[in-house]
């Protein structure tokens, strides 16, 4: 139950924020579900689609409007607010025709308790976590002052590649008033919820099954770690990008089905996919596959439900020994190792799946083989400066949700429609079913991991003491751990530069603070400082010399700042 009371307490503290901000994605999500609303057997699936919709419509708006604030700055801010009025106004001319919202109570009481398990996530946090966060921050902060020097297009696109998120945050940040790194854990955990519900519209909108579609929003949501535990890495845009990777397929799906509208298909198509790999760039090799398996699995499926079930059975066994061979790894570290129960169950009950919905099953079950593939795949040497493999094991970590949930989505429906005309097994499979998930859901962390929340409050007063009391040309050395060949910050020295303008160099955790080199190179800076934040990848702070040699300024807790003279070196 405290879940439930922190997160009610963050919903309180951010209910402005949080209407604000889906109010104009059901508003233009509604543009397109109400094309498809003349279908009324998928009426059932407008709300749960408007989410992923509206999120690509409003993210390519708001970037079209930043990007035309760069030769008109003045438009920054009334813009922004004709776009939340624009979302208002289609929101309520859906309601007037044909939209009716209140036979969706159900729907958005089930997104409200979502959320509000969700928001228990920030119910403590200082500042978002990881070093990501300080990046997508910094990058915010490039739209929202387009005029400066340096917050080009171009400066700003030669470390980042996709700005679909950051346009979605700024654009909450200029309607909401204030700027708050905040805001960017919140957009998170929004779209942690958006995700179920783009994998209902999937698993619904192709086998226009209500039980498959609910069990896959389950398992999306609350059968696994991932894709909520890549809240803790900051990754934002990947977790933006999965919430409405599913919602485009089902959408590019309907229009194909519909003979009315299957001419438009193409430029619907193209227009959400760009949109999609605008919110994140590795989505378009998750689209390439999708498009790839599904294609495969319309051409095989009728020849293997053909053959005997001596070879449905052995392809069955094959295809679960392929899949957890390509992906051990991931599986032990993810899945297998604490959600053991919930595969098994996944495995035992794929031949069901193939059963009921043969299509789908292969189709899910090629698109998990190719993103194991597809991860192996090293990218050519001039695109290795954003990623050594197609798709990284980050993104690999994060997408085996989405096979795993509809096979176990499919497996589970397909047993309960075998046992239509028994009503007690139907029940009884239905309790047991959901008992499992209770279960599995508690066993589920809903707060920050330890490991990557860096900033405590003896660091916020550090910030504060650093905007006070340090020249605006100073340059604080904070650590870093390499990883490739770059480092990546491992303290709260992470935020200074995003929070108080005062620019940060990382050097590796581990070097010593005293070697002559070492001196050398933090002197080629101008009043160079060290951020020393008291955590395991820190800098050490307990060398005896270290108050010895260089000027302790500040000190708070663990944390402390020294000042480097040069002079003396």
Same mark, same amino acid.
């Given at each position: 139950?405290?879940?439930?009371?922190?997160?009610?307490?963050?919903?309180?503290?951010?209910?402005?924020?949080?209407?604000?901000?889906?109010?104009?994605?059901?508003?233009?999500?509604?543009?397109?579900?109400?094309?498809?609303?003349?279908?009324?057997?998928?009426?059932?699936?407008?709300?749960?689609?408007?989410?992923?919709?509206?999120?690509?419509?409003?993210?390519?708006?708001?970037?079209?409007?930043?990007?035309?604030?760069?030769?008109?700055?003045?438009?920054?801010?009334?813009?922004?607010?004709?776009?939340?009025?624009?979302?208002?106004?289609?929101?309520?001319?859906?309601?007037?025709? @044909?939209?009716?919202?209140?036979?969706?109570?159900?729907?958005?009481?089930?997104?409200?308790?979502?959320?509000?398990?969700?928001?228990?996530?920030? !119910?403590? &946090?200082?500042?978002?976590?990881?070093?990501?966060?300080?990046?997508?921050?910094?990058?915010?902060?490039?739209?929202?002052?387009?005029?400066?020097?340096?917050?080009?297009?171009?400066?700003?696109? @030669?470390?980042?590649?996709?700005?679909?998120?950051?346009?979605?945050?700024?654009?909450?940040?200029?309607?909401?008033?204030?700027?708050?790194?905040?805001?960017?854990?919140?957009?998170?955990?929004?779209?942690?919820?958006?995700?179920?519900?783009?994998?209902?519209?999937?698993?619904?909108?192709?086998?226009?099954?209500?039980?498959?579609?609910?069990?896959?929003?389950?398992?999306?949501?609350?059968?696994?770690?991932?894709?909520? #535990? *890549?809240?803790?890495?900051?990754?934002?845009?990947?977790?933006?990008? &999965?919430?409405?990777?599913?919602?485009?397929?089902?959408?590019?799906?309907?229009?194909?089905?519909?003979?009315?509208?299957?001419?438009?298909?193409?430029?619907?198509?193209?227009?959400?996919?760009?949109?999609?790999?605008?919110?994140?760039?590795?989505?378009?090799?998750?689209?390439?596959?999708?498009?790839?398996?599904?294609? =495969?699995?319309?051409?095989?499926?009728?020849?293997? &439900?053909?053959? @005997?079930?001596?070879?449905?059975?052995?392809?069955?066994?094959?295809?679960?020994?392929?899949?957890?061979?390509?992906?051990?790894?991931? $599986? #032990?570290?993810?899945?297998? %190792?604490?959600? $053991?129960?919930?595969?098994?169950?996944?495995?035992?009950?794929?031949?069901?799946?193939?059963?009921?919905?043969?299509?789908?099953?292969?189709? *899910?079950?090629?698109?998990?083989?190719?993103?194991?593939?597809?991860?192996?795949?090293?990218?050519?040497?001039? =695109?290795?400066?954003?990623?050594?493999? =197609?798709?990284?094991?980050?993104?690999?970590?994060?997408?085996?949700?989405?096979?795993?949930?509809?096979?176990?989505?499919?497996?589970?429906?397909?047993?309960?429609?075998?046992?239509?005309?028994?009503?007690?097994?139907?029940?009884?499979?239905?309790?047991?079913?959901?008992?499992?998930?209770?279960?599995?859901?508690?066993?589920? %962390?809903?707060?920050?991991?330890?490991?990557?929340?860096?900033?405590?409050?003896?660091?916020?007063?550090?910030?504060?003491?650093? !905007?006070?009391?340090?020249?605006?040309?100073?340059?604080?050395?904070?650590?870093?751990?390499?990883?490739?060949?770059?480092?990546?910050?491992?303290? *709260? @020295?992470?935020?200074?530069?995003?929070?108080?303008?005062?620019?940060?160099? !990382?050097?590796?955790?581990?070097? %010593?603070?005293?070697?002559?080199?070492?001196?050398?190179?933090?002197?080629?800076?101008?009043?160079?400082?060290?951020?020393?934040?008291?955590?395991?990848? %820190?800098?050490?702070?307990?060398?005896?010399?270290?108050?010895?040699?260089?000027?302790?300024?500040?000190?708070?807790?663990?944390?402390?700042?020294?000042?480097?003279?040069?002079?003396?070196?």
């Amino acid at each position: 139950m405290q879940i439930f009371f922190d997160g009610i307490v963050i919903a309180g503290r951010y209910w402005e924020e949080i209407l604000l901000f889906m109010v104009p994605v059901l508003g233009f999500g509604g543009l397109i579900t109400s094309i498809l609303s003349r279908e009324k057997r998928i009426d059932w699936l407008l709300f749960p689609m408007s989410l992923p919709l509206g999120t690509i419509i409003l993210a390519l708006l708001s970037f079209a409007l930043f990007s035309l604030a760069r030769v008109w700055p003045n438009i920054l801010h009334l813009g922004s607010w004709i776009l939340f009025v624009l979302g208002l106004g289609a929101l309520f001319l859906h309601g007037r025709h @044909g939209q009716d919202w209140r036979s969706h109570i159900l729907y958005i009481m089930g997104f409200s308790v979502l959320l509000i398990i969700r928001l228990a996530f920030l !119910k403590d &946090m200082q500042l978002p976590p990881y070093s990501d966060s300080p990046e997508h921050y910094l990058i915010v902060q490039h739209f929202l002052s387009p005029t400066l020097e340096g917050n080009s297009f171009y400066a700003i696109a @030669g470390p980042y590649y996709h700005f679909g998120f950051h346009s979605l945050a700024t654009w909450l940040t200029v309607i909401r008033g204030f700027d708050s790194p905040l805001l960017l854990a919140l957009l998170g955990q929004i779209f942690l919820v958006v995700l179920p519900f783009s994998v209902f519209a999937l698993v619904g909108g192709i086998t226009q099954n209500n039980t498959s579609a609910w069990i896959a929003l389950l398992l999306s949501g609350f059968g696994w770690q991932m894709p909520a #535990f *890549a809240a803790n890495w900051g990754k934002y845009p990947a977790i933006v990008g &999965m919430a409405v990777f599913p919602g485009v397929l089902v959408a590019i799906y309907l229009f194909w089905q519909n003979k009315n509208l299957k001419n438009t298909t193409l430029i619907v198509g193209l227009f959400f996919v760009v949109g999609a790999v605008f919110l994140h760039s590795r989505i378009l090799v998750s689209f390439v596959l999708a498009f790839l398996s599904f294609y =495969l699995a319309l051409q095989f499926t009728d020849f293997l &439900m053909t053959k @005997g079930k001596t070879i449905k059975i052995v392809l069955w066994a094959i295809s679960i020994l392929l899949a957890f061979w390509m992906h051990w790894t991931t $599986f #032990f570290q993810v899945y297998y %190792s604490n959600y $053991f129960v919930v595969l098994i169950i996944i495995a035992i009950f794929i031949p069901f799946a193939f059963r009921s919905f043969p299509i789908l099953s292969l189709a *899910a079950f090629l698109y998990l083989f190719g993103i194991g593939f597809a991860s192996k795949i090293t990218l050519p040497p001039f =695109l290795q400066g954003y990623s050594y493999r =197609l798709l990284d094991r980050t993104f690999l970590q994060i997408a085996l949700f989405l096979p795993l949930s509809m096979l176990g989505a499919l497996g589970l429906s397909g047993f309960i429609k075998a046992f239509t005309g028994q009503s007690h097994v139907k029940r009884g499979a239905i309790t047991v079913i959901f008992l499992i998930f209770a279960w599995n859901a508690t066993q589920l %962390s809903y707060y920050p991991d330890p490991c990557c929340g860096y900033v405590r409050n003896r660091d916020l007063a550090a910030y504060d003491w650093i !905007k006070l009391n340090l020249p605006s040309d100073a340059t604080l050395i904070i650590p870093g751990l390499r990883v490739s060949d770059r480092l990546i910050g491992t303290d *709260a @020295g992470i935020w200074i530069q995003p929070l108080t303008g005062r620019e940060t160099k !990382k050097r590796p955790f581990d070097i %010593s603070l005293f070697a002559p080199d070492v001196v050398n190179d933090f002197c080629l800076f101008n009043s160079p400082y060290i951020y020393v934040g008291g955590r395991q990848f %820190s800098f050490n702070s307990s060398e005896p010399e270290l108050s010895n040699r260089y000027k302790e300024l500040f000190s708070q807790g663990k944390t402390s700042i020294y000042q480097i003279d040069c002079a003396s070196h």
